[in-house]
């Protein structure tokens, strides 16, 4: 039986830190990247028909903070999130 694919969107502003959390979701073999942004606002348009069961959002945006994204996408994502902000990890929102 096939196993599940874990399908991730990525939020990233650094193309060098795009990339290497792409290789490494390629190289998973579970996952699958649904799609990769380099803004909140690009974020925010075009994540929610894609419907990652995860996401990767980096919290220093430079045109939103990540945390104001992700709370603006759970709700239409309908997952719990959590932000990693260097040494902790912040619960910001659960549906």
């Known amino acids: 039986m096939p196993q599940p694919v874990i399908r ?5 502003d ?7 959390f792409t290789d490494i979701l390629d190289s ?3 996952c699958d990247c649904v799609g990769v942004f ?7 348009a075009r994540i929610p028909p894609l419907k990652p069961d995860v996401l990767i959002m980096d919290v220093n945006l430079p ?5 104001a994204c992700v709370a ?9 999130t959590g932000v990693h902000t260097g ?3 912040e619960r910001i929102a659960t549906s």
């Not at 650094?14 to 290497?20: F, G, H, I, N, P």
């Open 87 to 89: 040494a902790s990890i």
């Open 38 to 44: 380099a803004s909140g606002r690009q974020a925010i």
């Open 28 to 30: 998973a073999g579970d």
């Open 63 to 67: 045109d939103s903070s990540g945390v």
């Open 72 to 80: 603006a996408l759970a709700p239409q994502l309908h997952f719990s």
């Open 8 to 12: 991730v969107a990525v939020v990233e």
């Open 14 to 20: 650094d193309s060098r830190l795009r990339r290497t």
